[in-house]
């Protein structure tokens, strides 16, 4: 029988199909070295054991998921402050794994004047680069962008995930808590990954994360997720430009004329190692 995992919790994994099972994994995976993911389309028995997993389309390392249609990714404005740093490494990690991502900035409301005006140029910038880029009190139109679809939820604990899936559907009661003004982010909440119908769609509600690195990919793989690189690389002097060290870099040019946002090219050159 066929199913898909929509929740872990240790090694317990409740299996969809034609109704819910909660199941094993065969010790064979633990041999092969691999991990049932939440997401995984697998085939199991009547004695509730996965006996084999299908192959994925895509899948994260960080939150483990996989089999994903698009990336939600929740940014925080204030408390915790917004950090271009993590927004694009998660944009990276994302682009890479061929996984649609959608910004939904949160926490407008704690923004003075000019604290706003502050961070609307980033906004601004997802929003013209071609990212698809909500604000967090865009109910209705957030709702639209979940039918048929697997979406994961991701973001720097705190950022208020879980306070977003409550609005989207009260009858969740999602476990929220209070940030920490030491240490500028929330306390963990979420404690497992489990997909949860929304909207015609099913919603992971993941473990909030700060951190995250470029697993499996090279200097190259960075530098072809930046989407807006890619529209002007045919202009570089050299087909293989790092963008970095030579002198006729078309990207170079545009970050210096204010086409590319300067904090996306520095965020690179972080990322690359420069």
């Known amino acids: 029988m066929v ?4 929740k872990q919790i240790s090694n317990d994994y409740t299996v969809k199909a034609d109704k819910i099972y909660v199941c094993k994994a065969r010790g064979k995976f633990r041999n092969m070295n691999i991990t049932p993911l939440v997401g995984d389309e697998v085939i199991i028995n009547d004695e509730n054991y996965i006996l084999e997993i299908l ?3 895509n899948e994260l390392k960080r939150p483990q998921i996989s089999n994903i249609d698009e990336a939600i990714i929740i940014t925080s404005l204030k ?3 917004f950090s271009s740093n993590l927004l694009d490494k998660l944009l990276t990690v994302i682009e890479f794994n061929n996984i649609k991502p959608v910004i939904i900035f949160t926490k407008q409301d704690l923004l003075n004047k000019e604290e706003y005006q502050n961070v609307k140029p980033y906004i601004d910038y997802y ?3 071609g990212y698809e880029v909500y604000m ?5 139109k957030i709702k639209k962008i979940f039918k048929g679809k697997v979406s994961v939820f991701t973001g720097q604990s705190g950022a208020g995930k879980s306070t977003l899936l409550n609005r989207l559907d009260e009858s969740l009661n999602l476990k929220t808590d209070e940030i920490s003004e030491a240490l500028n982010r929330g306390k963990h909440t979420t404690r497992h990954t489990e997909l949860i119908n929304i909207e015609g769609g ?3 509600d993941t473990p909030g994360f700060s951190a995250i690195d470029f697993h499996d990919m090279s200097k190259e ?3 072809d997720s930046f989407i807006e690189f890619n ?3 045919d202009d570089c002097e050299y087909r293989d430009c790092t963008h970095t060290h030579e002198k006729k870099c078309k990207i170079k040019e545009k970050v210096e004329d204010g086409t590319i946002l300067k904090s996306r090219y520095e965020n690179y050159l972080k990322f690359i190692g420069r």
């Open 55 to 57: 192959p994925r389309k």
């Open 79 to 81: 408390k915790p402050d």
């Open 127 to 129: 929003k013209k680069i």
């Open 221 to 223: 793989d960075i530098r």
């Open 231 to 233: 529209k002007y690389r």
């Open 202 to 204: 099913l919603v992971a």
């Open 136 to 140: 967090n009190d865009e109910t209705s």
């Open 3 to 6: 199913g898909k995992i929509i």
